[in-house]
């Protein structure tokens, strides 16, 4: 038995989107066909609404509605985050002590995967050094993060700038019995006294 | 800092999908803002392409495109399998073994929550009883599934109709270890000689 052809379409819309199966899509398109129209219309123009209305930030990268984000429009810009994606300004900015301005590089270098220097947003970066006391480095701790951290450092020390990187160790409420080797010991190395 | 409001508009539609966190419906939206406007507006397209073309079967209930669906056109009257939701249609027929018609109640009886034998596609299922011989009841094996099934059941067989019950018992490739209390009473009840 086929399912009706527009049903199978959207399936394979919702299978798209990440980390999302058939199974998954299943769901997702019969709780459209339960949707009332209205409902269906809504969904439908705020997803053109983002992709009408939401650009990247002409300093840092990040997404905005606004030529600059809110971010670099009212915050300290002597101290630069760079971050891989916009999801991590968001996951950040939640704790909240932090009160400098981002940079997203939106990825990270990979050549085996053919993503060079030149298709992430680096060179804006290099624009906005002007004043900069310190460029923090907050792509993930896995190798591509590592990689493109330390070859951002290297282009920015000359500049008389002080680059940093997050701390690693182990996080809040983990088990130490569980933690790896490789994260134990930057958490030995960077141990501070209490 | 806040997000860009037709970001976090669009999250707020994701995850009203059945399922769908907030971090789930953030990923989907800037899944959306990667996508080029083209795939924006075909993903819209079929949305509203189900809205509009998708209805329930005249005779039983699942969804279609025509005014009877393929199986209730094509396929064994004389046996109608009962299942609570499209979905069910789809798992049950792949298994290929079954030749007759369905017929789809959207929903089980819940008094607790207020869903009445009217709030079901209840009626038109004893439209259609004329001629038939077996009347299958494939609800879920859970207590509102057994109480619709028994429910349906009861008004069925004045009809001199048989009706029967899904086979319950350990499913394939599970572990009789884990398998709990009542299955395993069913599975030993209908045991069946080798």
């Known amino acids: 038995m086929k399912q009706p052809s527009s049903i199978t379409k959207l399936i394979g819309k919702f299978s798209s989107l990440p980390g999302v199966g058939i199974k998954t899509a299943q769901r997702f398109a019969y709780a459209v066909i339960d949707m009332s129209e209205a409902e269906v219309k809504d969904f439908c123009d705020a997803m053109q609404a983002v992709k009408t209305n939401v650009h990247m930030c002409t300093e840092c990268g990040n997404f905005t509605e606004n030529e600059v984000c809110d971010i670099c429009a009212h915050r300290d810009k002597s101290i630069i985050c760079v971050v891989s994606y916009p999801k991590d300004v968001i996951a950040l900015d939640k704790s909240g002590s932090y009160t400098g301005v981002y940079h997203v590089l939106h990825g990270t270098l990979n050549p085996l995967e053919g993503r060079s220097a030149d298709d992430l947003n680096i060179k804006s970066l290099?624009?906005?050094?002007?004043?900069?006391?310190?460029?923090?480095?907050a792509t993930n701790p896995d190798v591509e993060g590592e990689v493109t951290a330390t070859y951002l450092a290297k282009l920015i020390k000359p500049f008389g700038i002080k680059v940093t990187r997050l701390a690693q160790g182990i996080s809040m409420g983990s088990d130490i019995e569980y933690a790896d080797e490789v994260t134990l010991e930057r958490a030995l190395d960077g141990r501070t006294e209490i």
Chains 1, 2 share one sequence.
């Open 126 to 137: 290099f624009r906005r050094l002007d004043g900069v006391k310190e460029v923090i480095m």
